[in-house]
Structure formats: structure tokens, C-alpha cells
């Protein structure tokens, strides 16, 4: 058991620490702004799921068209800087594993991220006989293997995205 003393003295020590963070603090101003109410409708009573066949017909819809618009714009390519020849999946692969090879090139950690996504989806999309699953599946299983939080459906279009762009 302390002294009365020495307890006295700790909280007086206490206190002062408190108004030094106090004074420290920045005030809290709340905004001043009106928001608008928003009306939403009854949710859909059943979400119809699509056969995966179906879904692989659905990979060119304009959201991923405009997705894949927005990252050529993105990463600045133009219309004079595409290539006339689309590449192969194969000529996509080797360039990008070259590209994450080279020692000599620093990549901001996006760009890095994403040429490792673009290799991983390009390896799943190369495999053969009863390995074969699919651009869809393949993006799905990289999406889930870089995203484990949630189903990656967004980051699965992103890759994609950056397949057909690239």
C-alpha cells in the first residue's frame, strides 16, 4: 500500500498529463450541412443466381468495358501507343514475369501488385485438360486469393480488366 502522500502525488501527476492532452486535442467542429433523404425500395424477394456458362457471356458488359476505358486512361496509353496485334495469353504471361523479373526496374507497390495479379490470372487462364476453369473462375480465384475479406467480385473485374488491357 502506498503512502497518502505518494498517492496525492500520482494523481496530481495524472491530471496534469490529462490537461497537457487536453490542450493538445483539436476541437471537434461538427459540419454544417443538410443531407438528403434518401428513398430506397423493397429488396428483390429472390437474387437470381447465373450458371457460370451464362456469367462467361456477361465478361464484355459496359461496366467492364468503361472499367477497362478508365484504367487504359489511367495508365495513360493512348490511342497512339496500342498495339495494332492483340497480344496472346501466353505473350502476356512472359512479358509480364520479364517485367516483375527485371531487378532493375522499381515499381510503385500498385503497379507491382497488380503485374502479380496479371501473372497469377494469365498462369490460371494457361492450364490445361482438367486444370482449365475459365477466365471468370480464374479471375474469381485470384480475386479471393488476393482479397479474403469479402467474395473480390469488384477486384475479379478489375483483373479482367487489366487481362483485356493489357
Known amino acids: 500500500m502506498k503512502s497518502l502522500r505518494t498517492q496525492r502525488r500520482l494523481i496530481a501527476e495524472v491530471k496534469k ?3 497537457i492532452l487536453e490542450k493538445l486535442k483539436t476541437p471537434v467542429k461538427p459540419l454544417a450541412f443538410k443531407q438528403v433523404k434518401l428513398s430506397f425500395g423493397l429488396a428483390p424477394a429472390r437474387v437470381r443466381q447465373l450458371s457460370p456458362e451464362r456469367e462467361e457471356g456477361l465478361d ?3 461496366e467492364e468495358l468503361l472499367l477497362d476505358a478508365l484504367i ?7 490511342d497512339d501507343e496500342t498495339l495494332q496485334e492483340i497480344m496472346t495469353i501466353k505473350e502476356v504471361y512472359d512479358d509480364v514475369s520479364k517485367l516483375l ?3 532493375n526496374q522499381v515499381y510503385a507497390l500498385k503497379i507491382f501488385l497488380d503485374l502479380n495479379m496479371l501473372k497469377q490470372f494469365t498462369a490460371q487462364i494457361l492450364k490445361e ?3 482449365y476453369i475459365g477466365v471468370l473462375p480464374a479471375s474469381y480465384l485470384v480475386a479471393k486469393t488476393n482479397h479474403p475479406t469479402n ?3 469488384t477486384l475479379a473485374r478489375r483483373i479482367r480488366a487489366l487481362g483485356r488491357h493489357y
Open 60 to 62: 464484355n458488359r459496359i
Open 72 to 78: 487504359s486512361g489511367a495508365c495513360g496509353h493512348g
Open 17 to 19: 498529463q490529462n490537461e
Open 151 to 153: 467474395d473480390g467480385k
Open 129 to 131: 485438360g482438367e486444370f
Open 101 to 103: 523479373l527485371n531487378k
